[in-house]
């Protein structure tokens, strides 16, 4: 199940902040998929010694309105796992690069109003957002908190966008952060307001937390993630054999050798099989990229991924090996 890609060529580069960088991106030839605000595409990142490209998420931060370009922006993360760095370091004006086609797994829902919490680079989605609400001429607004002035990506933009007195700056650095209160748009509960929060993994928590606590539902909270989300495992139907226990170790054997491999809880299937010197496609390890999305022959997979759709998942005929696990005690794998 090959995942197809774009070719785009880059366009034009632009600081966004101290610590991050535009991108835009234009087709090689043809137009590029339409997309809604919330979505993402998944640029893949050539190695210069031949081996699996870097994969990697980065939101769509322009209006949906636009056709002929993709535009994202990325900050340098310098301890994260090289995929910002490469970037930053390597793609230039002209470098030809491959992308996915928008997918979106953060949708805008339907309300009367809307409130956007970012978090640093967490504004990229919520940009989008705001450009869709503002031509929808729908009510909302627009918080961004960041450590400082200097490192606030986007800031010159939403400061000339045509919605600039709907965006409020928290800055770090002037005493203004979630952990020392929520924005004043949260403080009291509205039910038909819809919140959207997007950046690192303990803001969200925190501006989720808050607001939960405050009284707002949990299904008005709207969080933006880049790693599955492991679900529950499925509750036996009457008759039915038990599942193997979600959590637990279980084992995977290789179609073409018939070697068994055991996988404990703390350890992914390509941990295991690479260890074992087993060769698989890998790249973003997160489950996004189907670089190593496996046919599967026998056994029940418990699904992690971001990858397939329902629909493929229900059918259990591959897995992605980084992330997914298993709801049988064994998988047989068309490897």
């Known amino acids: 199940m090959a995942v197809q890609t774009l070719d785009v060529i880059v366009h034009a580069v632009t600081l966004a902040s101290a610590t991050s ?11 590029l998929p339409p997309f809604d605000a919330g979505a993402h595409i998944d640029v893949h990142l050539d190695r210069a010694d031949g081996g699996p490209a870097l994969i990697r998420p980065y939101s769509l931060c322009n209006s949906p309105r636009e056709k002929d370009r993709y535009l994202i922006c990325v900050h340098r993360e310098d301890t994260g796992r ?48 705001a450009e869709t609400l503002a031509a929808r001429g729908a009510p909302f607004r627009l918080h961004h908190y960041t450590s400082s002035a200097a490192r606030a990506p986007l800031a010159e933009r939403l400061a000339e966008s045509s919605f600039a007195g709907r965006v409020v700056s928290h800055r770090g650095d002037r005493g203004d952060s979630v952990r020392t209160g929520l924005p004043g748009d949260l403080l ?60 637990t170790g279980f084992t995977v054997r290789l179609a073409s050798t018939g070697e068994r491999y ?42 992690r991924d971001e990858v397939q759709s329902p629909a493929e998942q229900a059918a259990n005929t591959h897995i992605t090996l980084c992330c997914s696990r298993a709801h049988s005690a064994e998988l047989l794998l068309d490897l």
């Open 82 to 129: 090289g995929g910002s760095l490469a970037l930053h370091r390597e793609i230039t004006v002209g470098r030809r690069l491959r992308v996915s086609a928008p997918r979106n797994l953060f949708p805008l829902v339907s309300a009367r109003r809307y409130v956007l919490v970012a978090g640093g680079i967490g504004i990229t989605p919520l940009l989008s957002m």
């Open 262 to 303: 055991p996988v404990p809880a703390d350890r992914t299937i390509a941990d295991v099989l690479t260890a074992h010197g087993v060769e698989i496609g890998l790249s973003c390890e997160q489950g996004m990229c189907g670089a190593c999305l496996t046919p599967v022959l026998a056994g029940e997979p418990d699904h």
């Open 21 to 31: 960088r535009s991108y835009e991106l234009r087709p090689v030839t043809g137009t």
């Open 188 to 247: 009291v509960p509205d039910p038909e307001t819809a919140v959207y929060v997007c950046g690192p993994a303990g803001f969200m928590a925190c501006v989720r937390d808050g607001a939960s606590a405050l009284g707002w539902r949990p299904e008005q909270l709207h969080t933006e993630r880049f790693t599955p989300t492991p679900g529950p495992a499925p509750t036996p139907t009457v008759g039915a054999s038990v599942p193997h226990e979600a959590g």
